[in-house]
């Protein structure tokens, strides 16, 4: 009688952690929310524009641990992207991301898209700002992204570690 105790309240527990991680990924899509902390950003080209928010789409499905709406959005970015001169590099890598079903795989790839889409959007700010995050721990030699959002919102470990990083820079 004791085990089944025992078992029923480690069953308990792991389903309260569940929860708890799953409410910390939901407050990254409450959008309620997010425009209170979301700063507008402008581009000076359209094309660069839906790109962004096609990878702010991708950085989302990545922290949501989301494979399968990852991919459909690297298939997204990729259509953006095609539109943009001097994109081909980030344009291979949301091809690599729509690929696979993996979300470690679709991570790994997604610190190289990080930065290729740095120098993108970093040439077409027109007003307003972006953050470039940085998580010490990704892929034990660090990596990169890019956020609308001042929150840390890791898309390398998702809700395992929901909050590691540090804002790098403010890209204007």
Request: net charge negative.
């Amino acid at each position: 009688m004791n085990n089944i105790r025992m078992i029923l309240a480690c069953f308990l527990l792991t389903g309260a952690t569940i929860s708890s991680a799953q409410q910390k990924i939901q407050l990254n899509h409450d959008h309620s929310k997010m425009e209170k902390k979301q700063v507008v950003v402008e581009f000076s080209d359209e094309n660069v524009a839906d790109a962004y928010e096609h990878y702010e789409h991708l950085k989302n499905d990545l922290v949501g641990s989301n494979p399968g709406d990852a991919k459909k959005a690297a298939m997204m970015l990729g259509k953006a992207l095609a539109k943009i001169e001097g994109a081909e590099t980030a344009l291979a890598v949301s091809a690599q991301i729509a690929e696979t079903d993996d979300v470690q795989s679709q991570r790994k790839a997604f610190s190289k898209l990080s930065e290729a889409m740095e120098s993108i959007v970093r040439s077409s700010i027109k007003s307003g700002k972006i953050y470039k995050d940085y998580c010490p721990m990704a892929f034990k030699e660090g990596a990169y992204w890019l956020s609308s959002i001042e929150d840390i919102r890791n898309p390398y470990y998702g809700a395992r570690m929901l909050n590691c990083g540090k804002i790098e820079e403010v890209i204007q």
